[in-house]
């Protein structure tokens, strides 16, 4: 049973992932490929407080929000000046230099050694979260809340605006709309959520190390997005669950591990191409990548 | 006058890493409730012009005076606040996007549109939503008359228009957002005939019925002279003449550097 | 001391205008962002390693074959991939995105049949040159002069053919070049074939020096394309002074930092020349209505 909760789990964080590469990607049509650095930074971040100081779980995830979503200012500084191309060029180079930092910078990250040992999260700064059942509660109540507040911004008037930046960035701008202002936002409520989903990995698997939060990983990422879908909420969703579930199902099928896991990125690479021939918007996604 | 352009300049590198002078000290004056015409050949920098009144171009020397306020070093998205209305070259309806959605952005009102903010004042972003929906069918009927087809085509996406139409609704879009001067970029341009009679009246009604008053680009001389109460004729980077529409494209210069007639 | 870094870095550099090439062969009249590159990158070394030491094939036959297999895995993803995207006229980003699918899909076809770990070509048996304090090794010896004579070779016929004038004219605007009645089809298979040839010549030069893994293509890649844009994005020559220029500024970070720091400074130049010059060093600043 451990096993299936554990699945869930990382199907959780995976799922908070996806929605928050959505809404900079999906809505607002800026291809970014640093979703891990966010995630990375979260995971760090959360583990200093975690190790440093006796915080609340509330509160650690609040102060992890901020700091990555602070983070993301650079990305959406970025966003303003470069288009296109040069943006994804941009963002894939932050990603790159995060990963660097993360693994040179030892004295503070230890980095290739990685952080082990990092504690469990306290709730309300009583009782200590231990074992997978209160993993399993914690990230299935933070993926309800994501979900819910993450659909919500689509449907609402600021979903309507980053989808019309999508279609016609300048024209929106000619209405009156602060398109600096709306892209921060998108990005750093993006960056955030991926940081919140890094301490809830962090905490949950006790070490970290920068292998987690390379460019492969953003592009994973990526890739489960656009399988799944842009634009909407169940398209995200959809995409984490296949990413996290194929693995499994090949393990039912009995392959041995070392081609498993070439395998299933095979698939992956195979989905992504197939997706974007027939079905560019993803399995149950509402808008395409113009 | 409702807009005052004092002496704007402003030049460009090529690509043979020469600079050039397009816009050399443009003055022009635009009166208020009337309809303005900008003439002139390919690449004379009439586009650029309107970048420079809507705030999009910032590298220009000059003055920009609408209604009084000074507009250098004001952005883009603030200048549309003030009462500046745009429609682009080839300007279309925001695909993805429903008709009504597309109407309701164009609206000055942006209640609801910080994140979450329709989620703690629900009541507050409601009242806005519904007031932005009446404004819109309130729009299209004085557009486009009593039970036109649009009121029921509101929650159809809207690429699903043809150019033309996306066109005529562009421009009644324009007037979701309370500005007094609008900037229309070749409004006919791309567009067939039928829809060039809808935008002409379009155009005289938001003059007429709306007391708006209009600047636009048209290469089609036809219907500058139709539509247009004055006429101004850039050349060489400068207003070179400026005049009531007749005069101005009866004017033997102009009809000789311009039209090649 | 510095001198044989800048050596070293300009060699490095001379294999990063290839590869550049390659991809810009492909940016320039596409306008696709090829990641996968990336993956053909690996599968040229692969296959030049298996001719090498799998089947016993002398190096220069081997890489032969690697680079006309590797033409063919370039023409392919053309046909399979780009083409029929572009025929339902899908954007610029969403063939990207199947770029990037492809290139997940190469690697690790590669590695499930050829294993994760890094591999290497014998290259023991040859004598280094030595200049004074300056040593240039075999391998950096053929990077040196292949590189140098394709890259000439390239330049010459892009200028002189008529073949080099179609390929700049379809990297200007795709419209007016199929308005003038050339075929846009056909030049794209002549595209996709030279950089393949140009992806295979990178990609074996650099790994009879320094072995190979499967996951080496994303990062050389990304070098590349940093090449490419510093030098300034549009045309082909840039791609050189490019190349040369970030691999002398990467060698010198090694000199003075350590070489794990090399992507954060190749990126850090990178993105203060992107704000501070969008058009690139050799580029031009144009004027946009």
Known sequence: MEYVFHIIIMLNIYIMLTLSANLTIGMANLLTMCQAAFYGIGAYIGTFFLMQFNLPFLLVAALVMLFTGAFSFLVSFASVRLKDDYFVIATMGFQLIVYTILYNWTDVTRGPYGIPGIPGIRLFGMFELTGVYAYLVLSLVLMAVVVFLFHHLVESPFGRVLNAIRADEITVKSMGRNIVKFKSLAFFLSAAVAGLAGIIYASYVSYIDPTSFTLDESIFILSALFIGGIGNTKGPVLGAVFVVLLPELLRFVGLPDSVAANLRQIIYGLALILVMYYRPQGLLGKTIMK | MILQLKDIRISFTNAQNESFDLLRGVNLDVEKGKITALVGGNGTGKTTLFNIISGFEKNYTGEVVFEGNDFNRIPAHRISLMGIGRLFQDGQLMGGLTLMENMKLASDDTTGEMPFSSLLFPKKWKKAELQKELQVREVLTRIFGQDNKYLNMLDKDASEFSYGEQRILSLARLLMGGDRLLLLDEPTSGVNPMYIEIIEQIIREMKEQEGLTVLLIEHNMHFVRKVADVCAYLDEGIIAKVGPTAEVLDDKNVRNSYLGL | ?289
């Open chain 3, 1 to 289: 001391m510095i001198w044989q870094f800048v050596i070293n870095g300009l060699i490095t550099g001379i294999l990063y205008s290839l590869l550049a090439i390659g991809f810009a062969l492909v940016f320039n009249t596409t306008k696709i962002f090829h990641i996968a590159a990336a993956g053909i990158y690996v599968f040229a070394a692969y296959m030049f390693w298996f001719f090498v030491a799998s089947v016993g094939l002398p190096v220069i036959p081997a890489s032969l074959v690697a680079l006309v297999l590797t033409m063919l895995l370039s023409l392919l993803t053309e046909v399979l991939i780009y083409r029929p995207l572009k025929n339902k006229k899908a954007s610029l980003n969403v063939a990207m995105i199947a770029s990037i699918g492809a290139m997940t899909v190469i690697i690790n076809t590669i590695a499930m049949f050829f294993g994760n770990e890094t591999k290497v070509i014998d290259n023991s048996i040859l004598q280094p040159l030595t200049f004074g304090d300056i040593i240039i090794t075999s391998p950096q010896k053929y990077q040196a002069l292949i590189g140098i004579t394709v890259l000439i070779i390239f330049m010459v016929l892009l200028q002189r053919t008529n073949w080099g004038l179609r390929l700049r004219a379809l990297s200007a605007d795709e419209t007016l070049f199929e308005t003038l009645g050339y075929d846009t089809k056909k030049t794209r298979v002549l595209v996709f074939l030279v950089s393949g040839v140009f992806i295979a010549l990178a990609s074996c030069l650099t790994v009879y020096d320094v072995g190979l893994d499967p996951n080496m293509g994303m990062n050389v890649l990304i070098s590349a394309v940093v090449a490419m844009i510093i030098g300034g994005v549009g045309r082909f020559s840039t791609c050189i002074l490019g190349g040369l220029t970030l691999g002398v500024l990467q060698s010198l970070t090694v000199y003075h930092f350590a070489s794990n720091w090399q992507n954060a400074v190749t990126f850090l130049v990178l993105i203060i020349l992107l704000f501070l010059r969008p058009q690139g060093i050799a580029g031009y600043k144009q004027r946009t209505v």
